[in-house]
């Protein structure tokens, strides 16, 4: 919250003159936190590109669900454009796999040069 901007006054007054108002934005804090750090678990364990995937599939199911419980005229644009998304997305982590099994069979080749040289 900008302190300088003087919302953070803003923020003060209307928490205290409005406790459910308070009580969401606590909880809005609360859940934001975990959902970054659930997501920077993500990141850290299976690498950016996966990240990117598994929210956009949650976006993705967020958007199938809105149409199941709110039903709305429905287009195929919807569909191609979540098949260039996700294709596209799985393309780039396809080629990142390549190129980390690419390296590893690189640094396995030189250790093993490495090792007959030694002999």
């Known amino acids: 919250i900008g302190a300088g901007s003087g919302q953070t006054v803003t923020l003060v007054r209307f928490a205290s003159t409005n406790l459910t108002g308070a009580i969401f934005l606590v909880l809005y804090t609360i859940v934001a936190y975990l959902a970054i750090s659930c ?24 958007i199938i669900l809105s149409f199941l419980l709110f039903p709305k005229p429905f287009s195929m644009l919807y569909v191609y454009g979540s098949v260039l998304v996700l294709g596209g997305l799985s393309a780039v982590a396809y080629v990142k796999d390549l190129k980390r099994k690419a390296k590893a069979m690189l640094a396995e080749q030189h250790h093993l040069e490495g090792q007959e040289m030694s002999k």
């Open 39 to 62: 997501h920077m678990r993500v990141v850290k364990h299976y690498g950016s590109v996966i990240a990117v995937l598994v929210g956009n599939v949650r976006k993705a199911g967020t």
